[in-house]
């Protein structure tokens, strides 16, 4: 069965470093989203992705962060300057369209 | 931003028996529903939906019960299994950002013998 994986599954960072949180979505999916769940919070949205631009965005998804498809298979999440409140995990998904969202296993950030 | 709400934050229910999930919503725009199942260290797993078209939809042991003029939804599993022991978060978008699910704060459900 198709899935959506992540790498890496835990990252550890010193604040003010930048990192890059890489996913491949399901292999036919055309939207790609980025979630994060602070620990012991909501699973919070940060931005959608379709044909190779952001779709929407939240408040949390500052000029901080940035995402790319550097080709046809992957979808990262750049933050450029690490806070100790960026320390969450952070989960990728991607759809065929709208509907249900396909999610992969996370990645752990742990900014020092 | 509390537009949906999970307020029973555990559920411990016999194997063989009904497991009951509540969840509230504010947002009156929202029209899409969805129920995610979590593993630890694992990523949400879609289990079942529901549009605001439709009071009821059923997928196995799963039923999603809508009540819009409640604002309310439920998730029957019957009958609940051991393997069902998990995080339950409700979810729901709007057709305007329906790619942004909007997640309440999860039900931790235990299944015992």
């Known amino acids: 069965e198709p899935e959506v994986t992540q790498t890496p599954s835990h990252q550890v960072t010193q604040m003010g470093q930048e990192v890059i949180l890489r996913c491949v979505p399901i292999?036919?999916?055309?939207?790609f989203y980025w979630y994060r769940q602070i620990l012991g919070q909501k699973v919070e949205f940060l931005v959608s992705f379709y044909n190779n631009e952001i779709s929407e965005k939240s408040e949390i998804f500052d000029d901080q962060f940035s995402v790319e498809r550097p080709d046809g298979s992957n979808f990262t999440l750049k933050i450029r300057s690490t806070k100790l409140e960026d320390s969450a995990m952070y989960f990728c998904a991607s759809s065929t369209s709208g509907g249900e969202q396909f999610f992969g296993p996370g990645t752990r950030l742990t900014v020092l | 931003d509390q537009q949906v709400k999970q307020n029973s934050p555990s559920l411990s229910v016999q194997e063989g028996r009904i497991s009951i999930l509540n969840c509230d919503y504010t947002?009156?725009?929202?029209?899409?529903f969805l129920w995610y199942k979590k593993y630890p260290a694992e990523g949400p797993t879609f289990l079942i939906s529901i549009s605001s078209i439709k009071d009821k939809n059923e997928d196995g042991r799963f039923t999603v019960f809508l009540n819009k003029s409640a604002k309310h939804l439920s998730l029957h599993i019957v009958p609940s299994q051991p393997g069902d022991s998990a995080v339950y978060f409700c979810?729901?978008?709007?057709?305007?950002?329906?790619?942004?699910?909007?997640f309440g704060a999860g039900t931790q459900v235990v299944v015992t013998p």
């Open positions: 947002n009156s725009m929202f029209d899409y």
């Open positions: 292999s036919n999916h055309l939207y």
């Open positions: 979810a729901a978008s709007t057709t305007d950002s329906w790619g942004k699910l909007q």
